[in-house]
Nanobody, 123 residues
C-alpha cells in the first residue's frame, strides 16, 4: 500500500533551518521520490528528487547548496533538509512517489502525492 504524508512544516525566519519528512509506505522503496512546492498564485514546481537507492539526486537551481534530499528505506521516509531558508522558499511542499526507480523534474512522472505541508519564511 502506498500512502504519502508530509510533516515538519512551519513558520521560520530567513536564515533558519527546517527538516521536512515524508512517510511514503513500504511499496515506495523501489521508486524514485521527490519534493515539489507551490507558492500562492504559482504553478507547482520541482525542488529535488532522489532515485530508489538514494545515491543519485537532482535539485532545482535555486535550492542547490541549501537543501538536501535523502531517504531512509528502513523507515520508508523521505527527508528534505532546508538550510539558510529564504522568504522565496515560502510554499506548500509536496512529497511525490515516482512511476519509476528514478527521480525526475517532470510532474507527470509521479503517481502518488501527499497533501502537502506549509513552509513560511519570514524576512
Amino acid at each position: 500500500q502506498v500512502y504519502v504524508r508530509e510533516s515538519g512544516g512551519g513558520l521560520v525566519q530567513a536564515g533558519d533551518s527546517l527538516r521536512l519528512s515524508c512517510a511514503a509506505g513500504r511499496t515506495s522503496r523501489n521508486n524514485g521520490l521527490a519534493w515539489f512546492r507551490q507558492a500562492p498564485g504559482k504553478e507547482r514546481e520541482f525542488v529535488a528528487a532522489l532515485n530508489w537507492r538514494g545515491d543519485s539526486s537532482i535539485y532545482e537551481d535555486s535550492v542547490k547548496g541549501r537543501f538536501t534530499i535523502s531517504r531512509d528505506n528502513r523507515n520508508d521516509t523521505l527527508y528534505l533538509q532546508m538550510n539558510n531558508v529564504k522568504p522565496e522558499d515560502t510554499a506548500v511542499y509536496y512529497c511525490a512517489v515516482a512511476l519509476s526507480s528514478w527521480g525526475t523534474k517532470d510532474r507527470s512522472r509521479y503517481r502518488y502525492w501527499g497533501q502537502g505541508t506549509q513552509v513560511t519564511v519570514s524576512s
